[in-house]
């Protein structure tokens, strides 16, 4: 046994009441004591997702006119909603490209978010989240549009279309990120496949320089 470990007083008799010690560690805060508390019997509605409490979809007469619509405030960056019903799908107008190779139908009011050049939310299909865009300034509010930039998921489109977003930034014909400059690619949130490919599509056209 050390030195140190040998007490240089006689210990206190055992019918003494002894203070505990006071403990210099500040209380922890965990997000239940500072967030509002959910009822137990109520899911949040991004698990679920109960998209009747986070969007509103407006039917407008004419093709590809309906919108969708935030019911709810959101930051910046938080999670809007997650894809919890998809099913694997053929390239289609109404599909989603998740992976290199898969391409899903979201089954659910989802699918009314809209193309923007200027988009409120992203796609997130590594996660399988719907997010609020991080640059969307003063973040999502109620009553804005749902909107996603249809380059971030999708390469080669099979149905291209002509943007009509109204926005300062518009880029136009919309067909897909393989059609589209990498200088305005790189201006927008991507998914990993479509950065991927972009990669494989720059060093293929820097191969074809290098042979000629």
């Known amino acids: 046994m050390s030195p140190a470990a040998i007490a240089s007083t006689a210990p206190a008799p055992s019918n003494v009441k002894r203070t505990a010690p006071k403990s210099s560690t500040k209380p922890v805060i965990t997000p239940s004591s500072i967030l509002p508390q959910t009822p137990s019997d109520i899911v949040p509605a991004w698990v679920k997702p109960d998209l009747t409490r986070l969007l509103r979809v407006e039917h407008v007469p004419g093709d590809y006119a309906s919108r969708s619509v935030s019911l709810v405030d959101l930051p910046a960056g938080a999670v809007f909603a997650r894809i919890s019903n ?29 193309h923007s050049c200027q988009p409120t939310l992203i796609f997130d299909m590594t996660h399988w989240e719907i997010r609020v865009s991080p640059a969307l300034e003063g973040g999502l509010k109620a009553g804005d549009e749902l909107t996603f930039f249809y380059p971030s998921t999708e390469w080669d489109m099979a149905q291209p279309f002509d943007c009509r977003c109204g926005q300062n930034e518009c880029r136009g014909k919309i067909s897909g990120a393989k059609d589209m400059p990498d200088v305005v690619l790189r201006q927008y949130w991507l998914n990993r496949h479509i950065e991927e490919l972009l990669l494989e599509k720059t060093n293929s056209a820097k191969g074809s320089g290098d042979a000629r």
């Open 86 to 114: 998809p099913t694997p799908a053929t390239c289609a107008y109404s599909s989603v490209q998740a992976s290199r190779d898969l391409h899903i139908e979201l089954n659910c009011d989802l699918v009314y978010i809209n």
